[in-house]
């Protein structure tokens, strides 16, 4: 039996990428912080983690990432509104997943806006909270009751992770307007 529409994942080329651009700005409710120029640097200096899926020839959803210190970050991934609750996500985080393993990778991190959380959940990507505040807003003892387990900063910014047995919402919301000046965001890593 021949299928009606063909499913295809494949990474990016040059002409897919401005559509792929497209679906994010479309698709990211909150928009983008990384702009498309930054993103076609990186995608020109690793292009296998820039991966698109395909129905027929038209790109649906698209995953994008590239290397950091210590670990593979998923800077965007989104599937086009008419594609949803349908695993394309789910298969495009497995095939970025292969090729970390492939390139050697032992972690990915991805940073998780809250109407997303439960999906890295389902698969299995342990979070942590991710605070980010200007230097001269607060002092690290305002957040002394974070368990922090790693700290840094540059001349503008701290960043603190800090440990938490789960997700969750309402803590996320009481933290966000106790530190109104703060970022707080939950990440998502799965080791290898």
Known sequence: MKLLSELKIKNLSEKDFSKAMKILDSELSKGRVRSNK???????????FFIGIFLDKEIIGVICGFPREDYLLISEIAIDSKFHKRGFGKILIE???EVARKGKYNK???GAEDNVINFYSFLDYKPFLLVQYKKGDYILENFSELDIFRKSEDKNQILLEVKVNDF???????FR???????????FTKSF
């Open 95 to 97: 095939r970025f997943e």
């Open 38 to 48: 930054f993103l076609f640097n990186k995608f020109n200096k690793f292009p296998q």
């Open 177 to 187: 307007e106790s530190y109104p000046k703060a970022w707080f965001q939950y990440i």
């Open 108 to 110: 990915i991190n991805v």
């Open 168 to 174: 969750n919402l309402s803590l996320l919301k009481k």
